[in-house]
């Protein structure tokens, strides 16, 4: 385990040098002014709901000028919004912090309430009118379009904007809650109380009775939280259920699914070629359960455990890791990551207090704020490639509008995925065979995650979806839903006697508010960017030409349209089942190897 305090912290003083600062204080009142200007222009103009109507020649120029104020806006509210987000995420004690985002939030419900109305608005009038109006709204087609289907979807103005208020109180209160609840928590291990962040890194400590005691702890200090957490849960699903049903949705997979610009027959594709490929995957688990010496299943503490002696990795070897394999690819993809380290936009180790998990969120046009949970393992720095992966694709989204950067959860994980692959390419490349079993253990186990494990998440959460309609769901009942979904993906390759009752706890992901089925894209993520792998590996001069201009269009076109441009199907499952076939091939030589060494 690496010490946390030789871990970089990120930096918020390039954005605002403190909460009670006159900069940010004049930023926080120069969005509100701005807000109040763009609703007196959205009532100006009449920009709402109302009797269809072909476009005059004056509402596209009021579309032009709508666009404009309304992008100029949510440059203004990115760096604000996420300068407070950087405060609460690493201190979950941080009173004012809480406060000031609770504060931002009640405010930006204006902000909300003007995107229901100019949805509406492009509705009556017709998308494909306006898109023809001018140059700005062509450029914004795909928003356009987008935005006229959400309107057959949305309820009357008052209610969408009596909800905006509710939401404050309700789901985003629950979703809060579930974060400050997280980031609190610690657990008991071998007399030390440890951050629930830390206790969940031990997953990948080279000693097996640290892991299994880890996991015991954790899921005792899961235990304590277990009702406020499931209120959380049903308070977030049941009002995802209320808003679905009153905004005409059969089931809010459908929004998810419009949202991600991804067809259910897509979904349908690549889940069918997943399913097929578990006993492959589970052939990795078992193979993995013997090098451990377990005689027979995986225990559930093992799934990302390194195998006997690997070596730990430290910070600096992480990101000369990293670094190293980004330059096989590109000097600008390398220069990202000597961007990342001297701007200070990495906060990388556990603490108290620190919100679990990784993520990296925009806060200006090109710069970015990564935060992670670095445990000195492989895996910590596929953790790194991933996230600065998404770094990467938001500088080349800096010229786009921010309505142009707002990316559907699928293709969003399409630059972090590939990064992760390059990493993972260029360390294979260079391995000895001990060497190549390690790094094949942990980019098998990360793949295990995301194509089994996010499987699982899915049969919860549409099992959860099912079940709320007729009521709250009890703690027992969630832990058992969670194992039922872990034993039919997992199979008999994990001892269901260590299943982790507790992971609709643990992941946050389900208590997102107006982003439900956030499981599915990850898996989405992985296999196609396994494919866009495959094109460059084709023809790399080529594919490096437009790969930038992908990644800087990936919120104005649907998934299918863009994938296209490389000529990929993905509402073919061939083209999943070939992605899965490069992660078969690894499984076969992790177990030929596995059967031909001798680990220490």
């Known amino acids: ?72 806006l949510l440059d203004d509210v990115e760096r604000t919004s996420a300068f407070v987000a950087a405060l609460v995420s690493t201190d979950a004690t941080d009173e004012a912090a809480t406060r000031e985002y609770a504060a931002l939030e009640a405010d930006l419900t204006d902000l909300e309430r003007c995107g229901t109305r100019l949805r509406a608005w492009v509705g009556r009038l017709g998308a494909e009118q306006l898109i023809a109006s ?7 087609a795909h928003t356009l379009r987008q935005a006229a289907i959400s309107a057959g979807h949305q309820m009357d103005e008052e ?4 909800l905006a208020d509710l939401r404050l109180s309700g ?101 069918r070629a997943a399913v097929a490929s578990f006993p492959h995957f589970r052939r990795f688990l078992r193979a993995k359960a013997a090098l451990l010496g377990r005689d027979g299943a995986l225990p559930w503490w093992d799934l990302v455990a390194p195998l006997p002696g690997e070596p730990a990795v430290g910070w600096d070897a992480a990101t000369e890791s990293v670094r190293s394999a980004f330059a096989t690819f590109s000097p600008q993809l390398e220069g990202l990551i000597s961007r990342a380290l001297n701007e200070r936009w990495i906060d990388a180790g556990p603490r108290a207090a620190k919100r679990g998990g990784a993520f990296c969120m925009p806060v200006r046009p090109g710069e970015s704020r990564v935060l992670m949970n670095f445990d000195g393992s492989w895996d910590g720095v596929q953790t790194l490639a991933h996230e600065l992966g998404h770094a990467y694709h938001n500088t080349a989204l800096a010229e786009r509008t921010p309505m142009q950067r707002q990316l559907p959860m699928a293709l969003a994980e399409t630059a972090s995925i590939f990064c992760e692959t390059i990493v993972t390419q260029a360390g294979l490349s260079e391995a000895s065979p001990a060497e190549r079993l ?54 008999d390759s994990v001892d269901p006697a260590t299943l982790h009752p507790y992971m609709w706890a643990v992941k946050p992901h389900y208590y997102f508010v107006d982003a439900h089925y956030y499981n599915w894209p990850y898996c989405f993520g992985l296999l196609f960017g396994i494919g866009l792998f495959a094109r460059y590996q084709e023809d790399p001069e ?30 073919s499952e061939e083209f999943w089942a070939a992605s899965l076939r490069v992660l078969e091939g690894r499984i076969d030589e992790f177990c030929r190897l596995a059967g031909s060494l001798t680990l220490r």
């Not at 001018?134 to 914004?140: C, M, S």
């Not at 899915?458 to 099992?463: A, G, I, M, S």
């Open 1 to 72: 385990m690496t010490n946390s305090e030789t871990l970089p912290t990120w930096d918020t003083d390039g954005l605002f040098p403190g909460l009670g600062s006159r900069e940010y204080a004049a930023s926080r009142e120069g969005v509100q002014a701005d807000l109040a200007r763009l609703v007196a222009l959205y009532d100006r103009h009449d920009v709402r709901d109302g009797p269809r109507r072909a476009p005059t020649e004056a509402d596209g120029a009021v579309l032009a000028e709508v666009i404009g104020a309304t992008n100029a």
């Open 134 to 140: 001018g140059p700005l709204a062509a450029e914004h």
């Open 159 to 162: 209610s969408e904007s009596l």
């Open 171 to 271: 789901g985003n209160a629950w979703s809060h809650l579930h974060n400050d609840l997280s980031a609190r928590l610690t657990g008991t291990l071998d007399g030390v109380e440890e951050p629930i962040s830390v206790l969940r890194g031990r997953a990948t400590d080279p000693d097996p009775r640290v892991r299994e005691a880890a996991q015991t702890a954790e899921i005792a200090a899961w235990e304590t939280v277990a009702l406020p957490i499931a209120a959380c849960l049903n308070g977030i699903k049941g009002e995802a259920l209320t808003v679905a049903r009153r905004r005409n949705w059969a089931d809010p997979l459908d929004q998810a699914l419009h949202d991600n610009s991804v067809d259910r027959g897509t979904l349908d594709a690549m889940q």
């Open 438 to 491: 390690a790094l094949l253990n942990v980019d098998l186990g990360g793949a295990t995650q995301v194509v089994v494990d996010i499987h699982s998440r899915f049969l919860f959460e549409r099992e959860v979806f099912a079940r709320r309609r007729q009521g709250p769901l009890a703690v027992s009942e969630l832990c058992q839903m969670t194992t039922d979904a872990q034993s039919a993906t997992y199979g």
């Open 542 to 571: 080529r594919f490096r030409s437009g790969y930038d201009h992908l990644l800087a269009s990936t919120g104005m076109g649907s998934a299918a349209e863009l994938a296209g441009r490389f000529a990929i199907d993905i509402r």
